[in-house]
């Protein structure tokens, strides 16, 4: 199985609401990203996870967090959502033999 | 600053015609490159990959793409296109030894009858 699963798949939030992304895959790999992905945008990296190791990109590093309490899931958290925040949050995995990256579907994150 | 750029944001092209979707890349050295497509409602899949050696690498579903260092570039081909091959191609990169990957914006590709 080489899917990587996001939940939910649509979120709508509130201004200054938490909002919490789920992502899972189980092929043990040891890398996990987040990737925020805007219309007519470039997927912007916002972090990742090398095994237990939390990588947090500098120009966003504030207003997300991220934990992975084992090596199958990963969690992106916005403590208050803004509508800037309103877009696609795409979660990936790496495998560390051929540097592919697996993706998920996404979650559409909607801030009203 | 390491960036990944796709000149066109939208191509349209006949069904059986070739097609060339562009990418380009500034990096110092020559880093991992790779093409993703997506397919409406899906994530994004992997089409092909260089690391290194033969510039002209071979992907799933017809696809190749090659590495030019001089004009820091690696455009993806294909030499007939089919219906199917329409959604969105995104370009990327990665250093070598490094974790991080840098998209394009990607090329939304439409194939007509």
């Known amino acids: 199985d080489t899917t990587v699963k996001q939940n939910p798949r649509y979120k709508l939030a509130r201004v200054g609401k938490p909002v919490n992304l789920i992502c899972s895959q189980t092929m043990n790999h040891d890398t996990m990203y987040w990737y925020q992905k805007k219309p007519n945008q470039a997927p912007k990296l916002l972090l990742f996870y090398y095994d237990k190791i939390l990588n947090r990109e500098a120009d966003t590093f504030e207003k997300f967090q991220s934990s992975r309490p084992n090596n199958s899931f990963c969690s992106l958290y916005i403590g208050s959502a803004g509508l800037e925040y309103s877009a696609m949050y795409l979660c990936a995995s790496r495998d560390t033999n051929t540097g592919q990256l697996y993706f998920g579907e996404g979650s559409k994150l909607t801030v009203l | 600053a390491q960036s990944v750029t796709q000149p066109d944001a939208r191509v349209t092209v006949s069904e059986g015609a070739s097609l060339q979707l562009r990418c380009k890349y500034s990096?110092?050295?020559?880093?991992?490159l790779f093409w993703y497509v997506q397919y409406q409602r899906q994530g994004l899949q992997l089409l092909l990959k260089y690391y290194s050696g033969d510039p002209v690498v071979q992907g799933v579903n017809g696809f190749e793409a090659e590495f030019s260092k001089s004009d820091s570039s690696f455009h993806l081909r294909k030499a007939s296109v089919h219906w199917s091959d329409s959604a969105v191609y995104f370009c990327?990169?990665?250093?070598?030894?490094?974790?991080?990957?840098?998209f394009g914006a990607g090329t939304r590709l439409k194939v007509i009858a």
């Open positions: 990327a990169a990665s250093p070598t030894g490094n974790y991080k990957y840098v």
């Open positions: 990096y110092s050295g020559t880093p991992y």
